[in-house]
């Protein structure tokens, strides 16, 4: 029943992150290597970056080298790939270039003094929370003229991504008990600011249409509702929404009332938040370099047992990184403690 969508089917056209897609292609297909507009794609966990990496390696297969960061870099070696005739760099995950620690930024120098004296184009990929670290501490956006922050989608454009892998028909029910919706209310929309590119979540007054059902009370269209709730408690993020779909579809049904709400409740200490910000900021983190950044004064194995057991943390094959659902969760929590901004 389900078959690939549209994005991964054809990366030369993404239809996630389209206006994004076509910042890009413009700066790829405008590239002078007099003066090489470099850029940054800055996004949150799970948000669904890699559609874009894979679309330009996909789209320029003998222009471009590609360098995947997989665990904190620890030597120059990735600098000897940059050899040879073709002019673009494709660089994953560097936020693996630096480390929230004493002498943490000696590979992201080493990267950027072979930047600033390259002919190429480098089009890097970062998390989005090292990216704000990196630009307060080390003008970071100073070496990127073209800086790609991906926004959160919102429920309709979700409904489409999530259909189009369909050819059978998906039943939607809505068991939750009746509620009385107001006429008007709030919609979160993604809008890009006059004279920018960059783009901020604003509400926006939505007026309800249809009557009211039976007793004045209006019920939702089933559909509509799951989609709502799904983005609601991925807060934007395709990622997380994705992950929650595939949760919630059993066969070829979707009930509303059990798409998994999971309650945001986090009690932890400094040190167990420090190593939430390391893990957020790192989306997939090794215990090794874990060890490293927290240092002997953090009790490593306690501190993960926390984590992990208040539902924030997952472990995979001795990798940790934030489990999807709570990512809403915990950006709340470590923004509001000022760990992250």
């Known amino acids: 029943m389900a078959r690939e969508p549209d994005f991964a089917a054809d990366l030369t056209h993404p239809i996630l992150y389209e206006e994004e897609w076509d910042r890009i292609t413009a700066v790829l297909d405008a590239f002078d290597n007099t003066r090489p507009s470099h850029i940054a794609v800055v996004a949150d966990p799970f948000a669904g970056q890699n559609v ?12 471009v080298i590609h360098i995947p960061f997989f665990s904190v870099v620890k030597s120059k070696d990735f600098l000897t790939q940059m050899t040879g005739h073709n002019d673009i760099v494709v660089m994953e995950h560097c936020h693996f270039l630096a480390m929230r620690k004493i002498g943490g930024f000696a590979m992201l ?14 089009v890097t990929e970062w998390n989005s929370f090292t990216w704000s670290y990196l630009r307060a501490t080390r003008h ?26 369909y050819t059978d028909e998906i039943e939607f029910i809505d068991d939750a008990a009746p509620r009385e919706e107001p006429i008007l209310s709030a919609q979160h929309r993604t809008v890009k600011l006059p004279f920018s590119q960059k783009t901020v979540t604003i509400p926006v ?7 009211t059902g039976t007793n004045g009370i209006h019920k939702a269209d089933p ?3 799951a989609f709502d709730k799904i983005i609601r408690i991925a807060d934007g993020n395709y990622g997380v929404a994705e992950r929650i779909w595939d949760r919630s579809l059993d066969g070829k049904t979707v009930r509303v009332a059990d798409i998994p709400d999971v309650p945001c409740a986090i009690n932890l200490d400094i040190h167990e938040s420090f190593l939430l910000t390391i893990i957020l900021s790192m989306e997939s983190v090794s215990m090794v370099d874990l060890a490293e950044i927290a240092g002997p004064e953090i009790n490593l194995k306690q501190a993960l047992f926390r984590l992990k057991n208040q539902g924030l943390v997952v472990e995979e094959n001795r990798y940790f990184q934030i489990r999807p659902g709570a990512l809403s969760c915990v950006k709340g929590y470590l923004t509001r403690n000022r760990m992250v901004w």
Do not use: C, Q, W, Y
């Not at 874009?52 to 222009?63: A, C, F």
């Not at 120098?109 to 480098?122: G, Q």
């Open 205 to 211: 007054p939505h007026l309800r249409e249809g009557g």
């Open 223 to 225: 559909e509509e509702a």
């Open 109 to 122: 120098d080493a990267f950027l003094d072979h930047l600033s004296t390259s002919e190429r184009l480098f």
């Open 52 to 63: 874009l990496m894979e679309g330009i390696l996909r789209r320029h297969p003998d222009r």
């Open 140 to 165: 970071i956006d100073t070496f990127f003229p073209v800086t790609i922050e991906l926004p959160g989608i919102d429920s309709k454009t979700l409904k489409n991504l999530i259909l189009s892998r």
